[in-house]
């Protein structure tokens, strides 16, 4: 695609419920990248893909949060038992190999739990 | 560690007026890559410009331009003839040569008023 997109767009989320947010980077990208976003905070690196696997995962905050991208295009970021601190901006981010170019986001995914 | 700190929360202009936003940045190392980021309401980051630390020349892009100052650790961005889309959070974030975790401020909101 064109972009990096992201869906839903907005998702509420009761407590103790699971998600699902996807992130289609741009095709051909090989880096993808997850990022937290805090109100009006700055963005908080969660975790990384080359290609289908996952490099580094190390900003993940606890093990209810996990990861996959597994034909190395779409990714997915799941939350299970969601909480009231994972209310956020869910940012994905791609880029055609580990750059120091800056790298294009989505638009991301406001998740609010209530 | 490496760390990005934004001192101004919020700043405020009238239309076709200068405007600068300050970053400093702490790190050990010579090599490494600043950015300045744009996130307007739409939530989609859009990397408005880039500085290698090895260039000693000011990036410019259009309107927008930077004073690198790399004694001091400092990245501030200059927008001329401010326009009324230039409205969003702005986002300084460093990133180390080799790596590829970017490390963020926490954002000026600037506002320009018609």
Redesign the interface.
């Known amino acids: 695609g064109a972009g990096v997109s992201q869906s839903p767009r907005y998702k509420v989320a009761k407590r103790g419920q699971d998600v699902a947010l996807r992130c289609d980077p741009i095709s051909g990208h090989v ?1 993808l ?1 997850w990022y937290q976003q805090a109100l ?6 969660l975790t ?1 893909f080359q290609n289908e696997a996952q490099l ?1 995962k190390s900003g993940l905050p606890s093990d209810r949060f996990f990861a996959e991208r597994p034909e190395g295009s779409v990714s997915t970021l799941k939350i299970q038992r969601t909480q009231q601190e994972d209310s956020a ?1 869910y ?1 994905c ?1 791609s880029s055609p190999a ?1 750059n ?4 294009t ?4 995914t ?1 998740l609010t739990v209530v | 560690a490496q760390t990005v700190t934004q001192s101004q929360p919020e700043m405020s202009v009238q239309e076709a007026e200068t405007v600068t936003l300050s970053c400093t940045y702490d790190t050990s190392e010579n090599n490494y890559y600043l950015f300045w980021y744009k996130q307007p309401p739409s939530r989609q980051m859009i990397l408005v410009i880039r500085q290698e630390a090895y260039k000693q020349q000011n990036a410019t892009e259009n309107r927008f331009s930077v004073n690198f100052q790399k004694a001091a650790k400092s990245f501030s961005l200059k927008i001329s003839d401010s326009q009324l889309g230039d409205t969003a959070m702005y986002f300084c974030a460093y990133i180390m040569d080799s790596n590829y975790q970017l490390i963020w401020g926490a954002g000026t909101k600037l506002i320009i008023k018609p």
């Not at chain 1, 009006?40 to 690196?45: L, N, Y």
């Not at chain 1, 120091?100 to 790298?103: C, F, K, S």
């Open positions: 880096s990248f009006g905070q700055g963005p908080e690196f990384y580094d901006v940012l981010a580990v120091t170019y800056g790298y986001f989505g638009s991301g406001r």
